[in-house]
């Protein structure tokens, strides 16, 4: 342990839910289940206008239930997180509030990551995510997604000292920066809106790797399809809010972390720069191209061209699943991924066309429980 690591934390834990009895039970058993002094933390579920058994199954196994549904309240995550954030902090009692979702398991260890990373000074820290489940080729590819992410980039962003992704789960904000910067009520990837507004504001995300978080993968085509659709539809508002603003505090303060935030929100646009590309590949088709020429006329080079702009895409991912000992059929899950690169053009098309008051809620019912990763993790 870090001989920063002293001071003993007190952190409420949200837990934003809408109809989720099938799946609440595990993941309030996980946050309690927490390896960290139990007078230290409280868990709150907040029942977003749940028609379900939800905040009774939540109360009875020991969490505290916040009933979001009276009158003049309207159901929406990023409202239900304002709304309880605000009575949380209120109460004057915790030093840092967590946030998970209704599907997310919370490893042993967390919150004694996250306490190691307040004591270091961070205000803001998002943990590692990882798939819970992994029982079907359509969340085996997103799951080695997901280890990828971590080993080559945000583990690089945290040496870099740039700010990590937030995830909408797994992340822990100081009582001050909870305070001074409350959930928007009507993007639809507050978590994204969020990231972009701290590094705005000169914040800086942590990367907590030892802080995991499990979150449940789709397990159909169309469960991938209409979450794609809704985060493409609030990383197109994220931008339009904030990419502006983001290159104005690059340029003006030298800020690297504004240029990088920037970066990652213009991403929002990027099958419209492929199109602007491509368009202007082909208006200059004739002009004179040193890569191009030395493709057509030196012998041999189109073996060793192809293979200099295709073997990365091929290494870094397998070298990430390899140094995680990601079992096979995750190795092979993620070469897989240029299936679903078909649905991209559909899906951008179909968040742009969406109204920003759109959501959809996507089906959990992947019953695991923590102790079975854990078991699993120590096999």
Known sequence: MPPYALKKLRFALLLPAYNEEKVIKFSVESLLKIAYPR???DVFVVADHCTDGTAFIAADLGAAALDYSGSGLKA????????????ILAMEKYDALCYFDADSLAHPGFLEAMNNQLNAGAEAAQ????????????????AAGHIVTNRFFQRPKQALGLSATLHGKGMCFSASVAGRFPWDEQCLTEDLE???????SGVRIVWAEDAIVYDEEPVNIE???????RWTRGSLDTARRHLLALCSRAVKKG??????GALYCAQAYRLGLIAVTAALIWIT???FNLFVWLYAKLPGVEFPMKAAAMLPFALYPAAALVMEKARPELLIAYFLQPALGILRLPVFVAGMLRGRAFWDRTEHASQV???DLVNQEHG
Do not use: H, P
Not at 194 to 200: A, E, P, S
């Open 255 to 260: 800020d690297i972390r504004s240029f990088e």
């Open 39 to 41: 007078e230290l933390f």
């Open 285 to 287: 088709r004739d002009s």
């Open 127 to 142: 943990g590692r995510q990882l798939a819970k489940n992994e029982n079907c080729w359509l969340a085996r590819i997103l």
């Open 194 to 200: 969020m990231q972009m507004r701290l590094i705005r």
């Open 76 to 87: 929406g995550k990023g409202r239900a997180l304002k709304w309880a954030s605000d009575k």
């Open 223 to 229: 469960q991938y399809v209409r979450r794609a659709v």
């Open 369 to 371: 429980a923590i102790t």
